[in-house]
């Protein structure tokens, strides 16, 4: 199996992982959470659409670990599942979405389609990257809007924590994109994303890689000024302003 990003509980009895090879996303299924899983040998999201081969000659998917529920059944499960463009030779690459029906009782994996809104409206003008989302926690709102943790690159040298704020939970419609945090400390690349509340703080855990080569996890702790669910919708050009900034460290 080659790097796993998300694996999603069907029911007690089967799990989904997705994970990422060269050229696109697959799926492995298995009756434990914890493996092992085998793979779903017709299943592959990959690269087919212009927006998915622009930015540089290695295209390829990455499963980035956000999913949003369509609807589930007796029977199946289906759910938008979050992926990544990537041209490993620019670091380029944007966001998109592929709705994927998950069968419980044959425990077989479908593509149903990728969607029409593809990619994400999330690339600042000029900029080469909008990548590796995470979760979309429900209970997560800013400026009563549902958000979504990526990064932006400006330039190969050049990454940053980045937020998408929209009405919409596939985030076809965003009405503002705000960048928070630069790595911080011996930190090289941040990436995947994960989100939660709880209280008045927000929490978001990633990976990073660190100046010496190392791959670990490191954690942002913001104190939220206006309640556990809001930041006031002022016109300030940095959500990170309105946040006390109380805790970062690295965990690797």
């Known amino acids: 199996m080659g790097r796993h990003h998300d694996v999603i509980k069907v029911s007690d009895t089967l799990y989904v992982a997705f994970y990422s090879t060269n050229g696109g996303v697959r799926a492995a299924v ?21 927006w998915e081969k622009a930015g540089g000659e290695s295209a390829s998917l990455e499963s980035n670990g956000a999913h949003v529920f369509v ?4 029977r199946a499960l289906t759910l938008w599942l979050g992926f990544d463009s990537y041209h490993v030779d620019q670091t380029a690459g944007q966001l998109g979405w592929a709705k994927v029906r998950i069968d419980k009782r044959s ?11 593809n990619p994400l409206p999330m690339l600042p003008d000029n900029y080469i990257a909008a990548r590796c989302g995470g ?27 980045a937020v998408a704020l929209s009405p919409d939970p596939l985030f076809q ?6 960048e928070l945090e630069p790595p911080l400390g011996n930190e090289k690349v941040i990436e995947k994303f994960e989100s939660y509340v709880i209280g008045d703080r927000l929490h978001i855990i990633y990976e990073n890689n660190l100046v010496s080569g190392r791959w670990g996890t490191g954690i942002l702790i913001y104190k939220m000024q206006n309640g556990p669910q ?16 109380c805790d970062s460290r690295n965990c690797s």
């Open 107 to 117: 425990r077989s994996v479908q593509l149903v389609a990728k969607h029409p809104g």
């Open 173 to 178: 419609t965003v009405t503002r994109i705000v």
């Open 30 to 50: 298995s009756g434990k959470p914890d493996g092992p899983f085998a793979a779903v040998a017709d299943f592959k999201i990959g690269v087919t659409d212009a």
């Open 135 to 161: 979760n979309l926690a429900a209970n997560i709102r800013l400026e009563d809007q549902h958000a979504f943790f990526y990064y932006t690159r400006p330039s190969k040298q050049k990454i940053i924590l």
């Open 230 to 245: 809001q930041v006031p919708a002022e016109s300030r050009p940095s959500l990170a302003d309105r946040f006390a900034h």
């Open 71 to 74: 609807d589930e059944s007796a």
